[in-house]
Antibody, heavy 121, light 107 residues
């Protein structure tokens, strides 16, 4: 059974930093591109970032480019999101999501339960 | 960025009735479109990909159609567990982008 379990969401002040983690199991982690997708509570979904299976390629939404860094540790079946210079508009649930196929397709067949990041003074 | 527009924002349907949800892309996305279902307090679940292919375990009452810029998700006979928010997502152009969602509520 595929499981994705996020952690690290807390309340942080504007301008602060935070690192989210996602522990993956139930599939061959290093075969798949992985993503972060966020959702403002009660609102829609926004793709944030992706990392290729080997970590060699990373991409970001314009809204987070230069502030967020995605990474992975395949030896630990883990995905990370380093979030710097946080803004109030970054407040959201952050989901770790698995790409649907080994040849990345950019849609998502499994999602974690999400971790809530609140940016507030 | 491709803008995905879903309509209506809210759809009121009686159990057993058919529900038809629309999704329009600001430019062609070919058939690279997915649909997700999100129930309150739950994470999104993949329903449809490739505009019309049901994901694993998705009941046959869910069907998707369309290509280019116009897409439809049809739920043939609504069950109580189908009342939820539905999102479309294009993955043809960079970056992947979602519609704002259609809430299917009990009439």
């Amino acid at each position: 059974e595929v499981q994705l379990v996020e952690s690290g969401g807390v309340v942080v002040q504007p301008g602060g930093s935070l690192r989210l983690a996602c522990a993956a199991s139930g599939f061959i982690f290093d075969d798949y591109t992985m993503h972060w997708v966020r959702q403002i509570p009660g609102k829609g979904l926004e793709w944030v970032s992706l990392i290729s299976w080997d970590g060699g390629s990373t991409y970001y939404a314009d809204s987070v480019k230069g502030r967020f860094t995605i990474s992975r540790d395949n030896s630990k079946n883990s995905l990370y999101l380093q979030m710097n210079s946080l803004r109030t508009e970054d407040t959201a649930f952050y989901y770790c999501a698995k790409d649907s196929q080994q040849l990345a397709t950019y849609y998502f067949d499994y999602w974690g339960q999400g971790t809530l990041v609140t940016v507030s003074s | 960025e491709i803008v995905m527009t879903q309509s209506p924002a809210t759809l009121s349907v009686s159990p057993g009735e058919r529900a038809t949800l629309s999704c329009r892309a600001s430019q062609s996305v070919s058939s690279n479109l997915a649909w997700y279902q999100q129930k309150p307090g739950q994470v999104p679940r993949l329903l449809i990909y490739g505009a019309s292919t049901r994901a694993t375990g998705i009941p046959a009452r869910f069907s998707g159609s369309g290509s280019g810029i116009e897409f439809t998700l049809t739920i043939s006979s609504l069950q109580s567990e189908d009342f939820a928010i539905y999102y479309c997502q294009q993955y043809n152009n960079w970056p992947p982008s979602f519609g704002q969602g259609t809430k299917v509520e009990i009439k």
